[in-house]
C-alpha cells in the first residue's frame, strides 16, 4: 500500500500529551511527554494533525506556535524502540502506519499554509527536525542540539530530511547539497550557531528570553490578515546573532565548510571514506574529519547507501511528499525490516553502545540493486 493510503485509513484524534490551546489568534501546540522525552509516536503525530486541520479550517486561528514542556528536550524523534518491536514481532504492518501517518504529518507541516513557529530549546533529533524543520519558523536558543543520526540505528534519513537537508545553502549561500550528504551520513551534531549558519533554524533567541518571547507570540497583536508578516518582523526584532555575548556556543560548520564540500562531493560513500583517510593521512583534515570517519564507520553499511540515495533522490524530487514517498520505501518498507535496525536499535539506546555487527559488514557487499529498486 501506499504511504497516503495508510496514513488516511482511519480517523485522529486528541493525545494528552499534546497540549492544544487557544490564544487569541494563535493554536499553542505543547509537547507534554517527559517519559520519552517527547518521542513521537502515532497518537502524537495523529493529535498534530488533528490540530493542524483545525487550525487551517478555523479562519480564526491565523498561526500555529509549538513548543515544548521538558526542560531539556524538544522531541527525541519517532519512538524508534517501540518500531523496532513492532518489527522484531511481526507487527511489521502496525509499524508501516505509524511511519506513514509521522510522514504525512511531516508533509502537511510544510505545506501548511499558515505560519508554523517551533521554539527549540534541547535537544530536537530525528523526527524532531520533521516537526520543526519542514515548518516556517523555527527558532532556537544556545541548548538547541540537532542530529539525525538514523544510520547508525541502521536505517535511514527521513521526516522529510531528505528534502531539507539538500537544500540547505548555508549563511550567504557558502554551502550546497554535499552539507546535507554531511549531516545524514556522520549523525555529525549540530549546535544552535551551526543550525542558524546553514538554514536549518531560522533565528537565535538566548534561552532566558525565551519565556517572554513565548507569550508574546501568544498574543502578538497585528492588523487582521497581516499576521505572516507581523510574525517574520517580530521575530526578526528579537533574534541575535549568535555569539559569546549571548551564550550561543562556538559553531564548527563555517570553518570547514569548503573541506566538508571536498569529501562529501564524492559520488559514492566508498569515495567519501577514501577521501577522508587520504585527508588524515596527509594532515590536509583535522579533528572533524577524524569523527566523520569514525561515525561513518560504525554504521551500517546497508544504512549508509540507502541514505545517501534518499537524501539524492532529495534533491531532485519536485515537491517535499515525493521525497517522504522515497524516505518509506527505502526505510520504512525496506531498511527497517533488515537485522541491521534490530542490531542498531539494540546497541544504541538499549545496550547503549557503538556495535559493528553489521549485516553485511562491508560496503562491498552492499545490495545495491535492490537498494536502487526501492
Same mark, same amino acid.
Given at each position: ?39 513521537? =509516536? ?115 534519513? =527521513? ?38 549558519? $546553514? ?9 532566558? &528570553? ?18 505572516? $508578516? ?9 533574534? &541575535?546573532?549568535?555569539? &559569546? ?15 566538508? =564540500? ?70 520504512? &518498507? ?20 557503538? $556495535? ?13 540493486? $535492490?537498494?536502487?529498486?526501492?
Amino acid at each position: 500500500m501506499s504511504l497516503t493510503s495508510i496514513a488516511h485509513d482511519s480517523l485522529d484524534q486528541p493525545d494528552p500529551r499534546v497540549v492544544v490551546t487557544k490564544n487569541g489568534h494563535c493554536l499553542h501546540l505543547q509537547l507534554n511527554d517527559p517519559d520519552t522525552l517527547n518521542a513521537v =509516536d502515532e497518537g502524537i503525530a495523529r493529535a498534530f494533525r488533528l490540530a493542524l486541520d483545525s487550525a487551517e479550517n478555523d479562519d480564526m486561528v491565523d498561526y500555529v506556535l509549538v513548543t515544548s514542556t521538558h526542560p531539556k528536550s524538544f522531541c527525541s524523534g519517532g519512538n524508534v524502540r517501540k518500531l523496532a518491536h513492532y518489527y522484531a514481532n511481526g507487527k511489521s504492518e502496525k509499524a508501516e502506519k505509524f511511519f506513514a501517518i509521522e510522514y504525512d504529518l511531516c508533509a502537511r507541516i510544510a505545506e501548511f499554509p499558515k505560519p508554523y513557529i517551533s521554539l527549540v530549546d534541547g535537544y530536537c533529533i530525528g523526527g524532531g527536525l520533521g516537526i520543526t524543520a519542514n515548518g516556517k519558523h523555527m527558532v532556537v536558543t544556545e541548548n538547541a542540539l540537532m542530529s539525525m543520526p538514523e544510520v547508525v540505528l541502521g536505517f535511514c534519513t =527521513d521526516a522529510g530530511m531528505s528534502w531539507v537537508l539538500p537544500r540547505l545553502w548555508g549563511d550567504g549561500g557558502q554551502a550546497d547539497k554535499f552539507l546535507g550528504h554531511y549531516i545524514a551520513l556522520t549523525g555529525v551534531w549540530l549546535n544552535a550557531t551551526d543550525a542558524v549558519w $546553514t538554514g536549518l533554524a531560522d533565528y537565535f533567541i538566548p534561552s532566558e &528570553q525565551l519565556p517572554r518571547v513565548q507569550e508574546e507570540l501568544l498574543s502578538l497583536d497585528y492588523p487582521r490578515g497581516e499576521a505572516a $508578516t507581523a510574525i517574520i518582523d517580530y521575530l526578526s526584532a528579537q533574534a &541575535q546573532l549568535p555569539g &559569546q555575548a549571548n551564550g550561543a556556543p562556538k559553531g564548527q560548520i563555517s570553518d570547514r565548510i569548503l573541506k566538508i =564540500d571536498e569529501v562529501f562531493s564524492a559520488p559514492s560513500v566508498a569515495e567519501m571514506i577514501q577521501r577522508l583517510e587520504i585527508g588524515l593521512r596527509t594532515n590536509h583534515y583535522g579533528d572533524w574529519a577524524r569523527d566523520a570517519l569514525s561515525a561513518i564507520r560504525l554504521s551500517s553499511p546497508t544504512a549508509l547507501e540507502g541514505t545517501f540515495l534518499v537524501v539524492e533522490r532529495g534533491n531532485f524530487a519536485p515537491t517535499v511528499r515525493a521525497a517522504i514517498d522515497n524516505e518509506f520505501s527505502m526505510g520504512a &518498507q525496506y531498511l527497517c525490516h533488515r537485522e541491521d535496525f534490530q542490531t542498531g536499535v539494540r546497541a544504541r539506546l538499549i545496550e547503549k553502545k557503538p $556495535t559493528k555487527d553489521w549485516t553485511p559488514a562491508t560496503l562491498a557487499e552492499v545490495d545495491k540493486k $535492490t537498494l536502487e529498486s526501492r
